[in-house]
């Protein structure tokens, strides 16, 4: 009854705000809608009629490059997120419990990748790996990708560790629980979903990164952002659009599986 009063009172919207949110909507998603659609014409090369073909997808799917490229951003996206969750975890637990010299400014330093533009990201380490006779690859840019993706894992878990209840581990060391035993039972994962979305952030950063991959990539170790960069710098292929076309359904599936309804509601009715 409360809900529905709630509901009830709720003004409507004017027309012009629910004008300005559906131009905006159009604005960010027609473009998608356009790639998409893109990516199933056909044309001939006689007439010139178009038509509607699967053959992009069987090209982008055959086509090597793109295969190498996907496959080295999948590789390097999961490792550098590996590494930039563990990393940004920790540091965040560090920053929100602990106390040691120097931590406001470490505080501080941590929120620089974040402001600093990428192509002096890129460029400072890329001298600093050239200074220390690192030889460029996959592995440096998996160091790459971790120095500016840590950042938000950091933020994202000391958000969730502000809102955690510290009494919940003080009943646990009370019943006899061990500190890792507190930690891998009680703190993680109460602060599970903090870190899962600062690695969900951070592989997507990785995956589609380009000047900073591009400044710390060697020879053979291109992404896929470099590789499509290659090519549409001589035309638009439809296979480029057919590979976006996989790569944002497999996105809308990612997101729908995390945020799914159902399954919070289970969780909820189970705690």
């Not at 809900?3 to 159009?26: D, E, M, N, Q, Y």
């Not at 010139?48 to 080295?72: C, H, M, P, Q, V």
């Not at 040691?100 to 402001?115: M, N, Q, R």
């Not at 996959?138 to 994202?156: D, G, K, M, N």
Request: hydrophobic letters at 55%; charged letters at 15%; one cysteine or more.
């Amino acid at each position: 009854m409360k809900a529905a009063l709630l509901h009830r009172s709720k003004p409507s919207a004017k027309w012009f705000v629910k004008l300005i949110t559906t131009f905006t909507f159009l604005l960010l998603y027609i473009p998608l809608v356009c790639l998409v659609a893109y990516s199933f014409v056909g044309t001939d090369p006689v007439s010139g009629a178009s038509f509607f073909t699967w053959n992009w997808y069987s090209e982008a799917l055959k086509d090597e490059g793109l295969r190498s490229g996907l496959w080295i951003s999948l590789w390097v996206g999961l490792w550098s997120t590996l590494g930039a969750t563990i990393l940004g975890t920790t540091a965040a637990i560090a920053l929100e419990r602990a106390s040691f010299p120097g931590k406001k400014l470490f505080d501080a330093f941590t929120l620089v990748p974040l402001i600093v533009p990428e192509i002096v990201m890129g460029l400072s380490l890329l001298i600093w790996f050239v200074a220390l006779g690192l030889t460029l690859g996959a592995f440096s840019i998996i160091l790459a990708h971790i120095t500016f993706s840590f950042s938000y894992v950091i933020i994202t878990v000391r958000t969730r560790l502000k809102d955690f209840d510290p009494s919940l581990e003080e009943a646990a060391r009370d019943l006899g629980a061990t500190p890792a035993q507190t930690f891998w039972k009680v703190t993680f994962p109460l602060i599970w979903p903090g870190i899962l979305s600062g690695a969900l952030m951070a592989f997507t950063l990785s995956f589609d990164d380009f000047l900073i991959t591009f400044f710390t990539a060697g020879v053979g170790s291109d992404t896929l952002p470099i590789k499509l960069y290659s090519m549409i710098k001589y035309g638009i292929s439809p296979k480029v659009n057919a590979l976006s076309t996989l790569i944002l359904l497999a996105t809308i599936l990612m997101v729908l599986f995390i945020f799914n309804p159902k399954k919070k509601t289970g969780l909820a009715a189970h705690s």
